[in-house]
């Protein structure tokens, strides 16, 4: 399987605690490697959602998560990533690659299946180890979504951007629609992917990572 991933020539820089992820310096500055994520996005799983104007990188108390500063209705869009990424380099972008997956189909907090979080969790873990190093899913629900993604993409790379010129939302895909695209799979993988990502999967206790 080949995901598209477009280079980012990056160079060396000292480590000084001043070179944090928003310092100008090319490589470094996160919100210069956001256009090239969102571009290996955008041609692997198609566009993002353009009636939202995207605001910026953020640092942020909470968990990673797209946020709307004036609201959803409004569609302004911003990232907000962990404090503790504003010196590490290999966790912002994996990070913002994850959220950035998001912006495909913004939604509200609790609105994304086990297929929106699997692709954004797969493609991060993909595009930060090919460019910034080995980086481990630490959470088993993620790793899991990220494994049933994986199956799909592996079976069939174009099908999730085919479906998406029928369904743009990622979270409103259906396993019927799933059933179309990827006729070789079983239907408990697509009834386990169009789940809310919110709810326990009854075989999650049998995963390991």
Same mark, same amino acid.
């Given at each position: ?17 001043? %070179? &944090? #992820? +928003? /310092? @100008? *310096?090319?490589?470094?500055?996160? %919100? &210069? #490697? +956001? /256009? @090239? *994520? ?5 041609? &692997? ?165």
């Amino acid at each position: 399987m080949y995901i598209c991933i477009s280079v980012i020539f990056l160079i060396k820089t000292s480590m000084d605690i001043r %070179n &944090n #992820i +928003f /310092t @100008d *310096i090319p490589g470094r500055n996160i %919100n &210069n #490697i +956001f /256009t @090239d *994520i969102m571009q290996a996005i955008e041609i &692997n799983f198609g566009p993002k959602d353009y009636t939202f104007r995207f605001c910026g990188i953020i640092l942020s108390d909470e968990a990673p998560n797209i946020y709307f500063p004036s609201g959803f209705s409004k569609k302004d869009i911003q990232i907000r990533i962990t404090h503790n990424c504003e010196y590490n380099l290999k966790h912002a972008v994996y990070q913002v690659a994850h959220e950035a997956v998001h912006l495909l189909s913004p939604g509200l907090k609790g609105t994304s299946t086990y297929l929106e979080e699997g692709l954004a969790t797969f493609f991060a873990h993909l595009y930060t180890n090919k460019k910034y190093g080995e980086i481990h899913i630490g959470d088993k629900k993620y790793a899991l979504a990220a494994d049933m993604a994986k199956t799909l993409l592996v079976n069939n790379i174009s099908g999730i951007k085919q479906m998406r010129e029928k369904e743009p939302n990622l979270s409103q895909i259906t396993s019927q629609m799933l059933v179309e695209y990827y006729p070789s799979l079983p239907i408990e993988l697509f009834e386990a992917l169009t789940t809310n990502f919110q709810e326990k999967l009854p075989f999650m206790d049998l995963y390991y990572i």
